[in-house]
């Protein structure tokens, strides 16, 4: 069974940056669209940015330059470089595969991130 592991996460001051790191060893990312999501508290999981299999980028807004999802199929990883951090993107983050590579496979524990002064 698949079995994401997500790291990196933290607590930074706001304006300052995390790199997430996501690896599941044995899954053939090439043939998946991955995504990065996050829940913050008391709120749904929401799909923060997504990298196609031809390496296609998208983001929802609040991130967009901000935020930049990347991958590495050869070590199999997917990394999501977070600049001016800012409260708002406090969460917890998870990668998963996303549309059109969907439904999502089970969560793994995902990387908790605190933006706070």
């Known amino acids: 069974q698949v079995q994401f592991v997500e790291s990196g996460g933290g607590l930074v001051q706001p304006g300052g940056s995390l790199r997430l790191s996501c690896a599941a060893p044995?899954?053939?990312?090439?043939?998946?669209?991955m995504g990065w999501y996050r829940q913050a508290p008391g709120k749904e999981r929401e799909l923060v940015a997504r990298?196609?299999?031809?390496?296609?980028?998208n983001y929802i807004d609040s991130v967009k330059d901000r935020f930049t999802i990347t991958r590495d199929n050869g070590r199999r990883t997917v990394h999501l470089q977070m600049n001016s951090l800012k409260p708002d993107d406090t969460a917890v983050y998870y990668c998963?595969?996303?549309?059109?590579?969907?439904?999502?496979?089970?969560w793994g524990q995902g990387t908790q991130v605190t933006v706070s002064s």
């Open positions: 990298i196609l299999t031809d390496e296609r980028t």
């Open positions: 044995g899954m053939d990312f090439s043939i998946l669209t």
């Open positions: 998963n595969r996303a549309p059109p590579s969907h439904p999502p496979l089970p």
